[in-house]
């Protein structure tokens, strides 16, 4: 981010974020505006964040813009939007205990508890409820949903 931007936040219709940024991205190429960077983070539901050098820039590109409600007065600093730009662990939010469904791999379809997370190589590992002998499976974090969480 250069010394002149600013980070502005546009409010939207809810989950209406992804489809806003994206128009916002192509009336800017094509109108040639200063708009630097747009960011439509899925925890921060209704707005979008956009670097520019002036709130004016940005009020002029969201007025044909379709959901795209109003420019929230005031701007942000990078610091405060610094842990949107953070990727996070595709294992965060499972807890041992849990029970989850595989979706993807040979184990498609399989309901399953997890055993042991571990968050440094983003795997789980589960034992699988409809194995005749319980043994325990190691797999990526990303190719499951959890179904119930263990203090549930």
Same mark, same amino acid.
């Given at each position: &981010? ?6 502005? @936040?546009?409010?939207? =219709? #809810? ?6 940024? &994206?128009?916002l #991205?192509?009336?800017?190429k094509?109108?040639?505006? $200063?708009? /630097?960077?747009?960011?439509?983070? $899925? ?8 670097? #520019?050098?002036?709130?004016? !820039?940005?009020?002029?590109a969201?007025? =044909? +813009?379709?959901? *795209?409600? *109003?420019?929230?007065?005031?701007? %942000? %600093? +990078? ?10 662990? @595709? ?5 041992e205990? *849990?029970?989850?469904?595989?979706? %993807? ?6 309901? #399953?508890?997890?055993? /042991?997370? $571990?968050?440094?190589h983003?795997?789980? =590992?589960?034992?699988?409820?409809? *194995?005749?002998?319980p043994?325990?499976?190691? !797999?990526?974090? $990303? =190719?499951? /949903? ?7």
């Amino acid at each position: &981010m250069s010394e002149d931007s600013q980070i502005f @936040v546009i409010k939207t =219709t #809810a989950n209406q974020e992804r489809s806003v940024a &994206m128009t916002l #991205a192509r009336v800017a190429k094509k109108e040639k505006l $200063d708009i /630097r960077a747009i960011l439509a983070p $899925d925890e921060l539901k209704g707005y979008v964040l956009v670097e #520019a050098p002036k709130s004016g !820039i940005v009020e002029l590109a969201i007025q =044909t +813009i379709p959901h *795209a409600r *109003a420019l929230v007065k005031g701007s %942000s %600093s +990078i610091s405060e939007i610094e842990h949107f730009l953070k990727p996070k662990p @595709v294992v965060t939010g499972i807890k041992e205990g *849990a029970i989850i469904e595989v979706t %993807s791999g040979p184990f498609k379809g399989e309901k #399953a508890r997890v055993k /042991r997370v $571990d968050e440094g190589h983003e795997e789980i =590992t589960v034992e699988l409820f409809d *194995a005749v002998v319980p043994i325990p499976i190691t !797999i990526r974090g $990303d =190719t499951v /949903r959890i179904l119930k969480k263990e203090n549930e």
